[in-house]
């Protein structure tokens, strides 16, 4: 059962949309939420939020977490068509008997921004 | 620096072959990890590593195997390759293993076994 559900699963919009990309998690012991964007190999590091209420920016993009509802949002506003990407939510979760955390990802939402 | 770096990008295997996947830092990090990338599913942790001499399980570790020597290197070893193994592979690291650290990935090795 997966831990980490991202929705939707694929997105298409037109360039100068704003989209807001879903992530909802279930996991003991949580640490963090972390937003990756992923073009067409390795992923590249977004955001990592901690605490609820408190928005990250960064140009276009904005993350924000809800700690009691369990849920993170990434908004993409004005979107262009280097936006299409992959987008992977993770969360980081204390291992049992471990100092370490352990990373859970979802599956991942396709966002595709045609001109 | 080069970052993380992964070798070969692509490879293709039959059925029982075994092959090494080799991943590489330069930026000192003290934690790295395997990742398998299959279609339709997130990342999902195979191995990971805090240092040098010391690894773990992650979620999938079935059919394959781990060993850190030495800070820069983390090979992944398939000793007998299934089919079920064909995945895009990503090695990353971190320069600890904690919430304030990011994660830096390698390009990935898309793997094919027939």
């Known amino acids: 059962e997966d831990k980490v559900v991202q929705s939707p699963l694929s997105l298409v919009v037109h360039e100068g949309d704003t989209v807001t990309l879903n992530c909802s998690y279930e996991?003991?012991?949580?640490?963090?939420l972390l937003w990756y964007k992923q073009e067409k190999k390795a992923p590249t590091f977004l955001f990592m939020l901690t605490s609820s209420g408190i928005e990250k920016k960064s140009g276009r993009l904005s993350s924000i977490l809800d700690k009691k509802e369990l849920f993170s949002i990434l908004n993409i506003t004005a979107t262009q068509t280097g936006d299409s990407a992959i987008y992977l939510c993770a969360v980081e979760a204390d291992e049992r008997g471990s100092t370490l955390g352990r990373l859970y990802f979802g599956r991942g939402t396709q966002l595709t921004v045609w001109p | 620096n080069a970052g993380v770096t992964q070798t070969p990008k692509f490879q293709v295997l039959k059925t029982g072959q075994s092959m090494t996947l080799q991943c590489a830092q330069d930026?000192?990090?003290?934690?790295m990890s395997w990742y398998r990338q299959d279609p339709g599913m997130g990342l999902r942790l195979i191995h990971y590593s805090v240092g040098a001499g010391i690894t773990d399980q992650g979620e999938v570790p079935n059919g394959y195997n781990v060993s850190r020597s030495t800070t820069e290197d983390f090979p992944l070893r398939l000793l007998s390759a299934a089919p079920s193994q064909t995945s895009v592979y990503f090695c990353?690291?971190?320069?600890?293993?904690?919430?304030?650290?990011?994660?830096?990935f390698g390009p990935g090795t898309r793997l094919t076994v027939l």
């Open positions: 930026m000192n990090h003290e934690y």
């Open positions: 990353a690291s971190s320069l600890r293993r904690t919430t304030t650290d990011t994660q830096y």
């Open positions: 996991v003991t012991n949580f640490r963090s």
